[in-house]
């Protein structure tokens, strides 16, 4: 199994949802960041703490080579890297970058109306566009803070 496979079945195995894994150019720094959906706080220092502990163990077990292992929250301003984040956050606002111009535009800022068929709907101030989830180079929340307030929850 390669790490991300490993990363994969330890986080989900906690109760956990892996968001996304960054290692630093030398790879000596692993960066894991982690959700629980049905935790309406998101994840706290107690959750990593719990986490960053199982890695470690099943790391070394599995004999990944890595100096640092540093897990968190994947904060207020989310990637979205799966279909099913795009479909958890639909109603919300979002920034996208594609790899590819869409008439002419990469960067867009607007409300995620949600994906179907591989294809992500963003309600934008000129109407809806339309693109291919595979084109999506980077897709992240905009923090809102007024609903935080509201709400008391922050993403």
Do not use: W
Request: a negative charge.
């Amino acid at each position: 199994m390669d790490v991300h496979e490993v990363l994969e079945k330890t986080v989900s195995g906690l109760g956990y949802e892996l968001v996304d894994v960054e290692r630093s150019p030398r790879g000596r720094v692993l960066r894991v960041f982690i959700d629980k959906p049905d935790k309406p706080r998101g994840v706290d220092v107690e959750d990593c703490a719990l986490v960053s502990n199982q890695l470690s163990r099943v790391l070394m077990v599995e004999n990944f080579d890595y100096d640092q292992l540093e897990v968190s929250s994947p904060g207020i301003d989310r990637p979205l890297k799966k279909e099913a984040d795009f479909e958890r956050f639909a109603g919300s606002e979002i920034t996208v970058k594609l790899r590819l111009p869409v008439n002419g535009q990469r960067n867009f800022k607007g409300v995620l109306q949600g994906v179907r068929e591989g294809k992500v709907r963003l309600q934008i101030d000129s109407g809806e566009v339309v693109f291919d989830l595979m084109s999506v180079d980077k897709a992240r929340l905009v923090p809102n803070f007024d609903r935080a307030k509201s709400t008391d929850r922050l993403v």
